[in-house]
């Protein structure tokens, strides 16, 4: 089996079919479907939270059998994650596309359950102890995309579940739990 | 009135031959130009020159205005030859001839007496002033002479000398020989030529004839068949079927009825077609472009080839007859012509027997390779694949090195457990013949 790092790809992605759009409907619906679910184990598995439509993203070619997945392959694929609301594009011109392995309410739950854990029902922390402090080394908070992030905490921010505030610098950006 | 055109005419009018059903004889090189009916020949003048031939067929020949009485009202077949004519007069339109039935004069020898031809029918008047001139002035009577004469004088024994030979023909001999030579083969294609349109203007007046002719053939074809006079069937039928078979070789067309469907043409080329394509079909295996049809029939045709368009009609018409064989237009365009009972299941367990072997499961297969395997045109190959296609049975590969089909394994797969493979399947096999490659 093959491997991209640590992580065991499935058996047809050496099927040199799996990357050319197929023009087929249904057959296109189930590619699409594989590709989906491939890039986000992948993400997952390796936190990777953005991907670049031009990038030399590792999925997106197969050495093994000399192919690589066209541009306009590339961008249906991420667009259909976009559609089912498991990735945002960053720009209208759909270069960067962020994926969401977890959904942003997924993140903000576990952002909760991490205050919870760590009994800090009423303290402050700077965002960026949430993302690299030692809270959360072996969490799935550790190293979490900043913009992901935030976003979480807006969603919470809206809930009543905590204050965002400006620190010093741009750095220092703040959270106030009142869990 | 009474008979009487050799009344004071003198050599006017001549007798003309005819033949027991009232066609005119006519004379060798002599070919007719123009056909009239209702004329009559008047005399204008007071009192009359000749007595007037009334409600006639008008026949303009190169050498003769013919002229045959449509009754037996006791008139005789007559003539006047081109070369009496002198002088053919200007035809003007005038207020008053809008109302008259249209008129030609001239004048004939001998004594250069004035006729009068009056066109009470329809026709085309006009058509036949331009004619009656053409004739007139190509003057072809003077031609048959000139060879009359020549024959006539040949074989008199003594040694030609001189330029001029005992035929009375120029010899050719010197440089003014050869100069000659050159004149007259200059003169006689030029002759030729002339005769071959004139030729062709009296084969254009006869194409009325000839329509009128074969729309009549094809209304006694077209009946339903009967033995009441003795004829068997069988005989009946053969000599339809020959008639069928001689209209179709001499290409008679009728112009009214090609346009609508089911004209006998079509009807004939179209079974005529069926009966060829078989075997042409069979070794094409079973599906043959129609540009390759084209090529076949028209090639084995020889003469009498027929237009592309002529044999798409005849293909569509195949869905009007019981016949095995049908017109299939894919979506890419391409018409082809395909046995019915060659059912695009037959390609399809063809083609996924091909694709489900070893090596074209590893490798996939392009239109060449199926071209080549399934034995039929590479063009055909590609069609039947691209259907497969659409069909779900394969999937495509599009790389530098071309486009390639794989058996379609993408059902197969599971996306909620990406690393599943069943036992059963292709997917499986597939994955074994894969495997045994990877380093």
């Known amino acids: 089996m093959q491997k991209l790092a640590d992580f065991k790809l499935p058996p047809f992605f050496n099927y040199p079919p799996y990357f050319t759009l197929q023009p087929v409907r249904d057959t296109r619906e189930k590619q699409i479907q594989l590709w989906k679910e491939l890039i986000l184990d992948y993400c997952k598995s390796q936190k990777i939270f953005l991907i670049g439509v031009e990038d030399d993203f590792p999925l997106f070619s197969n050495s093994a059998i000399d192919r690589s997945l066209s541009h306009e392959a590339r961008e249906a694929f991420l667009s259909a994650i976009v559609g089912e609301g498991r990735a945002e594009w960053l720009d209208k011109g759909h270069r960067k596309c962020l994926i969401l392995w977890h959904r942003i309410q997924d993140w903000a739950d576990m952002i909760l359950q991490f205050v919870r854990d760590n009994g800090l029902e009423d303290s402050v922390m700077t965002v960026e102890e949430i993302r690299t402090g030692t809270e959360s080394h072996g969490t799935e908070l550790q190293g979490i995309d900043r913009t992901i992030l935030m976003r979480a905490l807006k969603l919470l921010e809206n809930k009543g579940k905590l204050a965002l505030f400006k620190g010093t610098s741009a750095d220092d950006e703040g959270v106030k739990f009142s869990v | ?439």
């Open chain 2, 1 to 439: 009135m009474a008979s009487g055109s050799s009344v004071g005419v003198g050599v006017l009018f001549e007798n003309a031959e005819v033949t027991t059903s009232g066609r005119p004889v006519l004379r060798r090189n002599e070919v007719e130009c123009f056909l009239l009916s209702s004329v009559d020949f008047d005399s204008e003048d007071d009192p009359p020159r000749f007595t007037a031939l009334k409600s006639g067929n008008l026949i303009l020949t190169t050498h003769r205005l013919i002229w045959i009485p449509s009754q037996s009202n006791g008139a005789v077949p007559s003539l006047i030859p081109l070369a009496a004519v002198t002088h053919i007069f200007s035809h003007k339109k005038s207020i008053k001839s809008m109302f008259h039935s249209p008129r030609i004069r001239f004048q004939a020898d001998p004594g250069s007496i004035v006729v009068t031809i009056v066109f009470r029918g329809k026709g085309d008047f006009d058509g036949f002033l331009t004619k009656f001139w053409e004739c007139w002035r190509g003057r072809a009577w003077e031609e048959e002479e000139k060879t009359e004469s020549e024959t006539s004088l040949s074989g008199s024994g003594t040694v030609a000398q001189g330029l001029y030979g005992n035929d009375g023909t120029v010899r050719m001999v010197g440089l003014a020989g050869i100069l000659r030579k050159e004149q007259e083969q200059w003169e006689s294609t030029d002759k030729s030529l002339q005769d071959a349109f004139q030729d062709l203007n009296a084969l254009m007046s006869k194409a009325k004839e000839m329509v009128s002719l074969a729309e009549k053939m094809r209304q006694k074809l077209l009946s339903a068949p009967s033995s009441q006079n003795g004829l068997t069937d069988d005989e009946e039928m053969g000599s339809k079927e020959e008639m069928q078979q001689w209209m179709l070789s001499v290409g008679i067309i009728s112009p009214v009825t090609k346009e609508s469907a089911g004209a006998l043409y079509h009807q004939e080329l179209s079974r005529q077609l069926a009966d060829f394509v078989r075997i042409p079909l069979e070794q094409a295996g079973g599906m043959i472009s129609l540009t390759d049809m084209y090529y076949h029939f028209n090639r084995a045709r020889g003469t009498e080839l027929i237009s592309p368009d002529d044999l798409w009609q005849a293909c569509t018409l195949w869905e009007k007859f019981d016949v095995p064989v049908m017109l299939r237009k894919f979506d890419s365009g391409v018409m082809v012509i395909q046995n019915k009972s060659h059912s695009d299941e037959e390609v399809m367990s063809r083609i996924r027997m091909l694709v489900t072997k070893t090596e074209t499961l590893r490798a996939g297969v392009t239109a060449s390779d199926a071209a080549l395997t399934l034995k039929i045109a590479p063009a055909m190959a590609k069609e039947h694949l691209l259907t497969a296609e659409t069909k779900g049975l394969l999937c495509r590969d599009m790389s530098p090195d071309g486009l390639r089909f794989y058996f379609n394994l993408f059902p197969e797969i599971d996306p909620t457990n990406l690393h599943i493979v069943k036992d059963f399947g292709t997917y499986g096999v597939w994955v074994k013949a894969t495997s045994m490659l990877s380093v």
